[in-house]
Nanobody
Framework: QIELVESGGGLVQAGGSLRLSCVAP????????MGWFRQAPGKEREFVAA????????EYADSVLGRFTISRDNAKSTVYLQMNSLKSQDTAVYYC??????????????????WGQGTQVTVSS
């Protein structure tokens, strides 16, 4: 079983920042595209951001473009989500996901092979 471990969630005021981290097993991470999704209460899981294994090919949801930045450190098998100018609408459980060969659309949750357990992000207004 492949385990992805997220960290960095918490409670922050609107306008503040958080950085999420996700660590994956090295063999999983090395050629995988990595993505972040989120799910708010009563809503479906939605795409947030993703990056190919090279660190390029980054994609963002329109709702976070210009505020969130995805990056990865392949030496540490870690992907990050820097979240700035947070809004109450960003409150959700954030999930890290790995797509092993990165050949499918990155914004589609069903195209990912492994998922983390999620980390809660709460933005107070």
């Amino acid at each position: 079983q492949i385990e992805l471990v997220e960290s960095g969630g918490g409670l922050v005021q609107a306008g503040g920042s958080l950085r999420l981290s996700c660590v994956a097993p090295e063999r999983t991470f090395e050629k995988a595209a990595m993505g972040w999704f989120r799910q708010a209460p009563g809503k479906e899981r939605e795409f947030v951001a993703a990056t190919k294994w090279t660190g390029g090919g980054r994609e963002y949801a329109d709702s976070v473009l210009g505020r969130f930045t995805i990056s990865r450190d392949n030496a540490k098998s870690t992907v990050y989500l820097q979240m700035n100018s947070l809004k109450s609408q960003d409150t959700a459980v954030y999930y890290c996901a790995a797509q092993l060969y990165g050949n499918a659309l990155l914004s589609i949750a069903e195209n990912y092979d492994y998922w983390g357990q999620g980390t809660q992000v709460t933005v107070s207004s």
